[in-house]
């Protein structure tokens, strides 16, 4: 073998293996488990040179297949860890693997991922904490065995990797200022919380059995913004409220855990140090390799977060991410349907819908809600700016509130949409319940649970409904859900005399339990058995009718 990689199935791990298979290397990946083969299918990796091999590196390695570079990205990495957990795969594991590399007669390299805090640190686990100090212990235990039987040795010392699939570490700072949980920052003004990506560290690591032996490189974007202008650039592009304050490290450390929210053990990497980058980024200069730009990469990471649900969830459409403040997924300039959601839901009410579509679709979260940020704009300057950069003419296809909006622009602009299909619109049926009317309405929906929300809308619980009900909980989003039934509400009369106006094909879906309190000179098509949300329900049956009627290409 070329390589093989230890920890394999790790976020590191999996990404270098990923590397090294697209450079044509031989790869053996060593796992327990193998769910790296899944992900490797997933993003599109010729696997043909790998070769996945059962290992335990908690215990003495034997039978495994002989390849010319070792790495060892295997690590426990978490917080609240015991000693004894934590020193079972970061000291032990690591001294296995050096012990089983150091039997290799081909051996170039063996590779070492420590890390940037941790390099030629005192292991104190008292202090540190059983992760930090385990993998502190790591280091030196590494450093002087590979001296002993003279291994050739490189160690890698990233700062914190960012990237799809990263979902601990910065990550729950970045949960909880999406939360609305993140009053102010642990630290002074001038923490450095360095970040590098892991498609750089991963290209990186494959450079390192060619460069000499014996070096240390600290793996970090230098140009990473202090923690306050961090947390603040990625609060901008989430269209959420930074912090202003800081709170000092030692004051953090004094206060109950269930007042500051702040895990003990992250606090040692809360430091105003700076590190040194000089052989990393001259070999980098060497083999070509670029950073991309921090800020840049710190917002591609948090659409990720967000996308996921900061690891609960899978996106069920790509691409994603923050379009100014708006939140979309899909095609945003050649859709053939334009998908607008109706309340308490967001664009993952179309998860279903889409799966039964041809051609792309943009499906956005309205102004406001869902994962959207709040806007100064009328709803028809957002919507209007939505549709500037499409590029076709789709059909456009609303729900309950989303239609009078829908309505209103394509009476303003009949050739920019090919149809417009109204499912379940709210101006032609029966007024919402006086929960929307109560000033305890905003309270009430945002402390339902998925279960209960789906009962209160007559739909099953499912990933839709539990990505509205997270929602709902984070700060502003129910009460803006309550305001924006309340103007529906208003603007029925103005929205029922538009139908006159329309120019293009109209379309209107109900659920049979859910009909239109108004009759209508336009085609209905009523979809039995089912209520306010047939494109939930009866996906199938609201595509077969969309099929009828839409002509994506304009």
Same mark, same amino acid.
């Given at each position: 073998?070329?390589?093989?990689?230890?920890?394999?199935?790790?976020?590191?791990?999996?990404?270098?293996?990923?590397?090294?298979?697209?450079?044509?290397?031989?790869?053996?990946?060593?796992?327990?488990?193998?769910?790296?083969?899944?992900?490797?299918?997933?993003?599109?990796?010729?696997?043909?040179?790998?070769?996945?091999?059962?290992?335990?590196?908690?215990?003495?390695?034997?039978?495994?297949?002989?390849?010319?570079?070792?790495?060892?990205?295997?690590?426990?990495?978490?917080?609240?860890?015991?000693?004894?957990?934590?020193?079972?795969?970061?000291?032990?594991?690591?001294?296995?693997?050096?012990?089983?590399?150091?039997?290799?007669?081909?051996?170039?390299?063996?590779?070492?991922?420590?890390?940037?805090?941790?390099?030629?640190?005192?292991?104190?686990?008292?202090?540190?904490?059983?992760?930090?100090?385990?993998?502190?212990?790591?280091?030196?235990?590494?450093?002087?065995?590979?001296?002993?039987?003279?291994?050739?040795?490189?160690?890698?010392?990233?700062?914190?990797?960012?990237?799809?699939?990263?979902?601990?570490?910065? /990550?729950?700072?970045?949960?909880?200022?999406?939360?609305?949980?993140?009053?102010?920052?642990?630290?002074?003004?001038?923490?450095?919380?360095?970040?590098?990506?892991?498609?750089?560290?991963?290209?990186?690591?494959?450079?390192?059995?060619?460069?000499?032996?014996?070096?240390?490189?600290?793996?970090?974007?230098?140009?990473?913004?202090?923690?306050?202008?961090?947390?603040?650039?990625?609060?901008?592009?989430?269209?959420?409220?930074?912090?202003?304050?800081?709170?000092?490290?030692?004051?953090?450390?004094?206060?109950?855990?269930?007042?500051?929210?702040?895990?003990?053990?992250?606090?040692?990497?809360?430091?105003?140090?700076?590190?040194?980058?000089?052989?990393?980024?001259?070999?980098?200069?060497?083999?070509?390799?670029?950073?991309?730009?921090?800020?840049?990469?710190?917002?591609?990471?948090?659409?990720?977060?967000?996308?996921?649900?900061?690891?609960?969830?899978?996106?069920?459409?790509?691409?994603?991410?923050?379009?100014?403040?708006?939140?979309?997924?899909?095609?945003?300039?050649?859709?053939?349907?334009?998908?607008?959601?109706?309340?308490?839901?967001?664009?993952?009410?179309?998860?279903?819908?889409?799966?039964?579509?041809?051609?792309?679709?943009?499906?956005?979260?309205?102004?406001?809600?869902?994962?959207?940020?709040?806007? /100064?704009?009328?709803?028809?300057?957002?919507?209007?700016?939505?549709?500037?950069?499409?590029?076709?003419?789709?059909?456009?296809? /609303?729900?309950?509130?989303?239609?009078?909006?829908?309505?209103?622009?394509?009476?303003?602009?009949?050739?920019?949409?090919?149809?417009?299909?109204?499912?379940?619109?709210?101006?032609?049926?029966?007024?919402?319940?006086?929960?929307?009317?109560?000033?305890?309405?905003?309270?009430?929906?945002?402390?339902?649970?998925?279960?209960?929300?789906?009962?209160?809308?007559?739909?099953?619980?499912?990933?839709?409904?539990?990505?509205?009900?997270?929602?709902?909980?984070?700060?502003?989003?129910?009460?803006?859900?309550?305001?924006?039934?309340?103007?529906?509400?208003?603007?029925?009369?103005?929205?029922?005399?538009?139908?006159?106006?329309?120019?293009?094909?109209?379309?209107?879906?109900?659920?049979?339990?859910?009909?239109?309190?108004?009759?209508?000179?336009?085609?209905?098509?009523?979809?039995?058995?089912?209520?306010?949300?047939?494109?939930?329900?009866?996906?199938?049956?609201?595509?077969?009718?969309?099929?009828?009627?839409?002509?994506?290409?304009?």
């Amino acid at each position: 073998m070329d390589a093989i990689v230890f920890g394999a199935t790790g976020f590191i791990g999996r990404s270098l293996v990923a590397e090294l298979l697209g450079r044509g290397q031989r790869v053996a990946a060593a796992v327990r488990n193998d769910t790296l083969t899944p992900w490797l299918d997933s993003q599109g990796v010729d696997t043909g040179g790998l070769t996945v091999v059962t290992a335990d590196i908690t215990r003495p390695l034997t039978g495994l297949p002989r390849a010319r570079d070792v790495y060892n990205t295997a690590a426990r990495f978490a917080f609240g860890l015991g000693v004894e957990e934590a020193r079972a795969t970061n000291v032990t594991g690591a001294l296995n693997v050096l012990e089983w590399a150091a039997t290799l007669p081909e051996l170039r390299r063996l590779v070492h991922i420590s890390g940037y805090r941790v390099s030629n640190a005192r292991p104190d686990y008292a202090r540190l904490g059983a992760y930090e100090a385990s993998k502190a212990e790591a280091d030196l235990a590494v450093r002087a065995r590979a001296r002993e039987l003279d291994v050739p040795l490189t160690i890698a010392n990233p700062s914190t990797v960012i990237g799809p699939g990263q979902h601990i570490g910065l /990550a729950s700072l970045v949960e909880d200022l999406w939360n609305g949980r993140l009053p102010a920052l642990p630290g002074g003004p001038d923490v450095f919380l360095p970040v590098v990506t892991i498609d750089y560290f991963s290209r990186f690591l494959a450079e390192l059995p060619t460069s000499p032996a014996g070096q240390d490189h600290w793996v970090l974007d230098d140009t990473t913004p202090r923690l306050p202008e961090l947390v603040a650039a990625v609060a901008d592009h989430m269209g959420v409220r930074a912090p202003r304050r800081t709170i000092p490290v030692g004051l953090v450390r004094r206060l109950p855990r269930k007042i500051t929210g702040a895990d003990p053990e992250t606090l040692s990497f809360l430091s105003t140090d700076r590190y040194p980058t000089a052989s990393a980024r001259a070999l980098a200069e060497t083999a070509g390799l670029e950073m991309p730009p921090a800020t840049d990469a710190l917002r591609a990471w948090a659409d990720d977060l967000v996308a996921t649900r900061f690891g609960a969830a899978s996106p069920w459409l790509s691409p994603y991410g923050f379009r100014g403040r708006t939140w979309a997924v899909g095609d945003a300039h050649r859709p053939a349907h334009v998908l607008l959601h109706g309340l308490p839901m967001n664009a993952d009410l179309w998860a279903p819908l889409s799966a039964h579509l041809s051609g792309p679709i943009l499906a956005p979260d309205l102004p406001g809600l869902g994962r959207s940020a709040p806007t /100064a704009q009328p709803m028809d300057a957002w919507l209007a700016d939505l549709m500037r950069p499409v590029r076709t003419r789709p059909a456009l296809v /609303a729900h309950s509130l989303a239609c009078g909006p829908a309505l209103r622009f394509a009476v303003e602009h009949p050739g920019r949409v090919s149809t417009l299909v109204l499912i379940a619109p709210a101006f032609l049926q029966a007024p919402a319940p006086r929960l929307t009317r109560s000033a305890l309405a905003a309270p009430m929906l945002r402390r339902m649970s998925a279960a209960r929300l789906a009962a209160t809308l007559g739909v099953p619980e499912g990933p839709e409904v539990a990505s509205a009900a997270a929602d709902l909980r984070r700060p502003g989003v129910a009460r803006r859900v309550i305001a924006a039934m309340r103007a529906a509400f208003a603007e029925r009369e103005t929205s029922r005399s538009l139908l006159e106006r329309v120019s293009v094909p109209v379309e209107i879906i109900v659920g049979s339990a859910d009909p239109l309190a108004v009759g209508v000179d336009l085609p209905v098509t009523e979809i039995a058995d089912a209520g306010h949300y047939p494109q939930l329900t009866h996906p199938a049956q609201v595509a077969r009718r969309l099929g009828l009627v839409s002509d994506p290409i304009g």
